[in-house]
């Protein structure tokens, strides 16, 4: 059993960044691809970000390309994602998740955690 729980949310004007974090408990996180996800209010979860297991592999949503960057730290049981030029639209609650394998789609990811809030301001 993994447990998974993020951090690093808030409120930013728009432009602004942030960086969250995803820790985890058990010693196998580095068997496990990783994703961020997100759900707007009234909107359905969607994909952010991927990243392999060994972090050599990584991919992103078309909306947040080029502006947020996946990583993650196997020695420290820890995926990030760096969010930067942040806009009103980027507002919602964002997820981590980890699989045991490549996946955009949220209901194939077996472990997440209880989100953390990202709210920007026009």
């Known amino acids: 059993q993994v447990q998974l729980v993020e951090s690093g949310g808030g409120l930013v004007q728009a432009g602004g960044s942030l960086r969250l974090s995803c820790a985890a408990s058990?010693?196998?996180?580095?068997?496990?691809?990783m994703a961020w996800f997100r759900q707007a209010p009234g909107k359905e979860r969607e994909f952010v970000a991927f990243i392999a297991g060994s972090g050599g592999f990584t991919t992103y949503a078309g909306s947040v390309k080029g502006r947020f960057t996946i990583s993650r730290d196997n020695a420290k049981n820890t995926g990030f994602l760096q969010m930067n030029s942040l806009k009103p639209e980027d507002t919602a609650v964002y997820y981590c998740?980890?699989?045991?394998?490549?996946?955009?789609?949220?209901?194939?990811?077996?472990?997440w955690g209880q989100g953390t809030q990202v709210t920007v301001s026009s």
């Open positions: 058990g010693r196998t996180f580095s068997r496990y691809a």
């Open positions: 998740a980890l699989n045991e394998r490549y996946s955009l789609q949220a209901t194939f990811y077996r472990y």
